[in-house]
Nanobody, 117 residues
Framework: PLVESGGDLVKAGESLRLSCAIS????????MAWHRQAPGKQRELVAS???????NYADFVKGRFTIFRDNAKRTVYLQMNSLKPEDTADYYC?????????????WGQGTQVTVSS
């Protein structure tokens, strides 16, 4: 599974760093990404990073959030700066890889981020 951490209650303008570590056997790890889901809203992609380091960001986080990965630690991070109340959501990491004989996207359990105004 994927083990996420870093969610917290912060004030607008503050920063948080989310972490997502791969536990157990997984190989051929390709894309890693963060999604989020706010109460009453659909889940949306926040940022992704390929195995070569190419990143993509949703427009609503560009310039504020940074996704990066440490392949040796098998961990993906999301650095979130200048947080806004509208960033409040459950954040989920996803990893594309192979576990056993199954190739696909694996999801973390989610970590809650709450930004107060």
């Amino acid at each position: 599974p994927l083990v996420e951490s870093g969610g917290d209650l912060v004030k607008a303008g503050e920063s948080l760093r989310l972490s997502c570590a791969i536990s157990g056997a997984m190989h051929s790890i390709q894309n890693m990404a963060w999604h989020r889901q706010a109460p009453g809203k659909q889940r949306e992609l926040v940022a992704s990073i390929s195995s070569s380091g190419t990143t993509n960001y949703a427009d609503f986080v560009k310039g504020r959030f940074t996704i990066f990965r440490d392949n040796a630690k098998r961990t993906v991070y999301l650095q979130m700066n200048s947080l806004k109340p509208e960033d409040t959501a459950d954040y989920y990491c996803t990893v594309t890889g192979i576990r056993g004989f199954r190739s696909g996207d694996y999801w973390g359990q989610g970590t809650q981020v709450t930004v107060s105004s």
